[in-house]
T-cell receptor, first 113, second 111 residues
Framework: NAGVTQTPKFQVLKTGQSMTLQCAQD?????MSWYRQDPGMGLRLIHY???????DQGEVPNGYNVSRSTTEDFPLRLLSAAPSQTSVYFC????????????FGSGTRLTVV | DAKTTQPPSMDCAEGRAANLPCNHS???????VYWYRQIHSQGPQYIIH???NNETNEMASLIITEDRKSSTLILPHATLRDTAVYYC????????????FGPGTSLSVIP
């Protein structure tokens, strides 16, 4: 049982490049979400999914796309990276409607130059 | 906007109880109070949650006031490893988009 796995752990992109941040969980959790955390700030919700085939926007969705084709995976795509997207990205998952708490991944540290 | 208010920072002596307050005066009747912590740059870790009653687990205790407008997370015997940012959030179990993390409280446990 690996929990929530995020890859890569570190990434440097040039402005305008695209990439996909991977998130996978092996706990059969229905709910998955992506947060970003800028230095000295709290976590801001980007996108979330309440099940396979269902996604919705959070607080700061612009510049990011998501899809949820399986229960296990919830990738986050940056179509054209910008320096403002330099941040630490966390993926989280939980089970059930009355959540017993989210399980977070260890994060992806992204720098856009 | 975050629906909770927490002090930005607190200190606690090692071995003493750490009491972290949180105000959530606009909490709805079906919203839970959740606490998480984030040690350095790791992913946040779930601690505890509650609706009305006080709750206790192996990590901490959660005391919710009778009017539910505020709560306190208690770490009974703080250690240096408890130094972290602690987040108090409120949310409804089936409304995940409403779960907003504010800046939290930075707790420093001092030897």
């Amino acid at each position: 049982n690996a929990g929530v796995t995020q890859t890569p752990k570190f990434q440097v992109l040039k402005t305008g490049q695209s990439m996909t941040l991977q998130c996978a969980q092996d706990m059969n959790h229905e709910y998955m979400s992506w947060y970003r955390q800028d230095p000295g700030m709290g976590l801001r919700l980007i996108h979330y999914s309440v099940g396979a085939g269902i996604t919705d926007q959070g607080e700061v969705p612009n510049g990011y796309n998501v899809s949820r084709s399986t229960t296990e995976d919830f990738p986050l795509r940056l179509l054209s990276a910008a320096p403002s997207q330099t941040s630490v990205y966390f993926c989280a998952s939980s089970y059930g409607r009355v959540t017993n708490g989210y399980t977070f991944g260890s994060g992806t540290r992204l720098t856009v130059v | 906007d975050a629906k909770t208010t927490q002090p930005p920072s607190m200190d606690c002596a090692e071995g003493r109880a750490a009491n972290l307050p949180c105000n959530h005066s606009t909490i709805s009747g079906n919203e839970y109070v959740y606490w998480y912590r984030q040690i350095h740059s790791q992913g946040p870790q779930y601690i505890i949650h509650g609706l009305k009653n006080n709750e206790t687990n192996e990590m901490a205790s959660l005391i919710i006031t009778e009017d539910r407008k505020s709560s306190t997370l208690i770490l009974p015997h703080a250690t240096l490893r408890d130094t972290a940012v602690y987040y108090c959030i409120v949310g409804v179990g089936d409304s995940y988009d409403k779960v907003i993390f504010g800046p939290g409280t930075s707790l420093s446990v001092i030897p």
